[in-house]
């Protein structure tokens, strides 16, 4: 499976900015990416077509990420580089800011 990162990811020890091809994923590994907001779905050049799969060029909100369990917050934080704190308030502040620069360099952007 094949993603394309629309945030910053790390995955195996490599770092992937928004932009990059993340390629041979398995079909776990490449919802668990889609999932967490910082991926889309590719179809390979072979033709695979479009899977099942929930494809989304947002960014997980607020909303969505208050909602994810402790571990899944915890990932998505380390996926953006940023070290997550032990509660779960204050990794809803971490992700919060960076989210909130995330829009602010959108808005800029127009």
Do not use: C
Not at 12 to 35: A, C, F, M, Q, V
């Amino acid at each position: 499976m094949d993603i394309k990162a629309i945030g910053k990811i790390r995955h195996n020890g490599e770092s992937y900015s928004p932009g990059d091809i993340l390629t041979d994923l398995t079909k776990k590994e490449g919802e668990r990416l889609i999932n967490l907001k910082v991926g889309e779905f590719m179809a390979s050049e072979e033709g695979m077509g479009a899977l099942d799969l929930p494809i989304s060029d947002d960014l997980a909100t607020i909303e969505d990420f208050t909602k994810l369990k402790a571990d899944e917050q915890k990932e998505l934080l380390e996926t953006l580089e940023i070290e997550p704190s032990t509660k779960a308030e204050d990794r809803i502040k971490q992700y919060s800011e960076w989210f909130e620069l995330q829009v602010n360099v959108d808005e800029d952007n127009l």
